[in-house]
C-alpha cells in the first residue's frame, strides 16, 4: 500500500500542487464572513479530492494503464483503498486548511471564536459521502461516469436552501454524540461500499 | 501443496535435458458471454521460449491474464514452481513475473523516470544496473514522457521495466505486432538473451510466425478457446513445414497433432 501511495508523488506532483494551492484560496474567503467558512469547509476537501484521487482516477481510465498496475503485485482492492485512504487525506487537511485559516481570520479580524465542532463533521460526512460514491462510479463503471457524483451536490444543495434554518438550527443545538454516530456510520458505510467495489 | 517438478525437454539441437518446470496450466477454463476458453492445458520449463499463436480472437490475452492472475478462472488450477498458486498469495506469485501487455501507453503524461521509480518499488529484487544496462542497449532515454514515445519505443520501454527485477517467468501478449523487422529483432534478440543468462521461462504470443520460428522453442496454437497443438519449433522448421500453413491446416482440421 505504500507503495501505491507513492504514485501520487511520483506521478501526479502537478496537480498535488494546484490542489494545494486551490485549497488555500478557497480557505483565505473565510476572512470575509462566517458563511465563507460554510463554503470553505465544503470546497477545500473537494477541490483537494479532485486534483488528487480525481486525477488518478483519470491517468488510470485506460486499459494499458490497468492492465499495467494489476500485473504488479497488488490487487484491484489495494487499488480501491489506496484511493480512499487519499480520499480521507484530502479531507484532513482541507478540513485542516479551511479551520486554519478560519482560525487565523478571527484572530486578526479581532472577531469571536466561532467554531463548532458538529458543523465539521457534518462536512466531512458529505465528503465522505461524495468520495465514495465517486470511487464507486469509477471502479463500477469507468471515468466518464463519475461526473454523476456532481449531481449529489446539487442535491444537497437543494435540500440545504429548502431546510436551510432548520439545518443549522439542529446542528448547533444537537449534541456531539449524535454527530460523532452518523460519522462513524458513514464510515462503515464507505467501508462495505468499497470493500464490494473491490470484488466487482 | 507442493511438488518436484523436473522433466526432460528435447533442445532446438536435438539434444535431450532435464529442466525445472516453472509453470503447469492444467485445465484453465474462463467462461463469458460471447467466449468460452475451455480446458487450456501446458507446461513452461526454466530457460525455455514457448509461443502462444492463434487468430483474432482465439483466447490468447485471455489465457495471459489467467495465468498473471489479473483474471479468476471457473476452473483449473495454475501450478508456480510447484505450489498450487490459486490457494497462494497473488502478490508473492506477481513478484516473479514480469508482464508486457499488448497496450503499451500507460501512464501517457508522465515521464519515463516517474514510471520507472513506481514500478520499481514493488520489487525488492530490482537490479537498478540491468536497467541501465537494457535501457542503454535499446536506446531509451528516461527524460521523455511516455506519450512522446512512439510504439516500438513504448514496447522497449515496457519490456525493460518487466526484466529489471528479474523475473522468473515473463508474460508477453504481442509484444512485437505492429512493429518493424529491426525493432523486433532487438527485442527478441533480448529476450533470447534473458532466458539463456537467467534460466527463465518466457511465453509470448504472437501473429507473427516469423517471430516463433526465431526465437520459440515450444509453439501452441491455440483457436477458439482451445490448445489445438503443442509441439516443438523444431519438429516443424525441421520438416520445412511453415507455422502460419500448420496453424492454417489445424483450423481447418486438416492436422493431426
Redesign the interface.
Known amino acids: 500500500m505504500k507503495n501505491l501511495l507513492t504514485k501520487y508523488i511520483l506521478l501526479n506532483k502537478k496537480n498535488i500542487m494546484f490542489g494545494v494551492l486551490a485549497t488555500v484560496f478557497y480557505s483565505i474567503s473565510s476572512f470575509d464572513e462566517q458563511r465563507f467558512y460554510l463554503v470553505a469547509l465544503l470546497m477545500c476537501p473537494s477541490l483537494l479530492f479532485t486534483f488528487v484521487v480525481g486525477k488518478m482516477c483519470y491517468m488510470e481510465d485506460s486499459d494499458a494503464t490497468q492492465q499495467f498496475l494489476l500485473s504488479l503485485p497488488i490487487t484491484k482492492r489495494d487499488l480501491v483503498f489506496e484511493k480512499n485512504i487519499v480520499s480521507y487525506i484530502c479531507i484532513v487537511i482541507g478540513m485542516a486548511t479551511a479551520n486554519f485559516m478560519k482560525f487565523l481570520a478571527d484572530i486578526i479580524m479581532k472577531r469571536e471564536f466561532g467554531w463548532n465542532i458538529n458543523l465539521i463533521i457534518i462536512f466531512i460526512v458529505f465528503s465522505i459521502l461524495y468520495n465514495t460514491i465517486y470511487i464507486f462510479l469509477n471502479y463500477k463503471y469507468d471515468y466518464s461516469k463519475v461526473q454523476f457524483t456532481s449531481f449529489i451536490l446539487v442535491g444537497i444543495m437543494v435540500v440545504v436552501i429548502k431546510f436551510g434554518n432548520d439545518i443549522i438550527n439542529t446542528i448547533y443545538t444537537s449534541g456531539f454524540w449524535m454527530f460523532a454516530c452518523i460519522g462513524i456510520v458513514t464510515m462503515a458505510l464507505n467501508y462495505l461500499v468499497l470493500r464490494k467495489t473491490a470484488s466487482l | 501443496m507442493s511438488v518436484s517438478y523436473q522433466i526432460k525437454s528435447r533442445e532446438r539441437n536435438g539434444k535431450e535435458v532435464e529442466r525445472k518446470k516453472v509453470l503447469e496450466v492444467n485445465n484453465l477454463s474462463k467462461r463469458y458471454d460471447n467466449f468460452l476458453l475451455s480446458d487450456v492445458s501446458f507446461a513452461l520449463e526454466e530457460g525455455r521460449i514457448v509461443g502462444m499463436i492463434g487468430p483474432n480472437g482465439a483466447g490468447k490475452s485471455t489465457t495471459m491474464?489467467l495465468v498473471?492472475g489479473?483474471i479468476k478462472p471457473d476452473q483449473g488450477n495454475i501450478i508456480f514452481q510447484g505450489d498450487n498458486r490459486l490457494f497462494d498469495d497473488?502478490?508473492?506469485y506477481?513478484?516473479k513475473?514480469g508482464?508486457v501487455?499488448e497496450?503499451?501507453?500507460?501512464?501517457?503524461?508522465?515521464k519515463l523516470s516517474?514510471?520507472k521509480?513506481?514500478?520499481k518499488?514493488?520489487?525488492r529484487t530490482w537490479d537498478d544496473h540491468y536497467y541501465a544496462m537494457v535501457l542503454e542497449r535499446l536506446q531509451l532515454s528516461e527524460t521523455y514522457k511516455m506519450e512522446e514515445l512512439s510504439k516500438g519505443m513504448r514496447v522497449k520501454f515496457s519490456l525493460c521495466l518487466a526484466l529489471s527485477h528479474k523475473p522468473e517467468l515473463l508474460l508477453m501478449d504481442e509484444p512485437t505486432s505492429g512493429l518493424d523487422p529491426l525493432i523486433r529483432n532487438d527485442i527478441l534478440a533480448i529476450l533470447r538473451d534473458y532466458a539463456k543468462d537467467h534460466h527463465a521461462s518466457i511465453m509470448f504470443s504472437s501473429h507473427i510466425t516469423e517471430d516463433m520460428e526465431k526465437i520459440a522453442d515450444k509453439l501452441l496454437f491455440i483457436y477458439k478457446g482451445k490448445i489445438i497443438d503443442k509441439r516443438a519449433t523444431e519438429e516443424l522448421t525441421g520438416k520445412g513445414i511453415a507455422i502460419d500453413v500448420h496453424l492454417e491446416n489445424l483450423v481447418k482440421g486438416g492436422a493431426r497433432s
Open positions: 491474464k498473471l489479473i497473488c502478490k508473492a506477481k513478484e513475473i508482464y501487455g497496450a503499451t501507453d500507460f501512464f501517457s503524461k508522465c516517474g514510471i521509480n513506481f514500478y518499488s514493488f520489487y
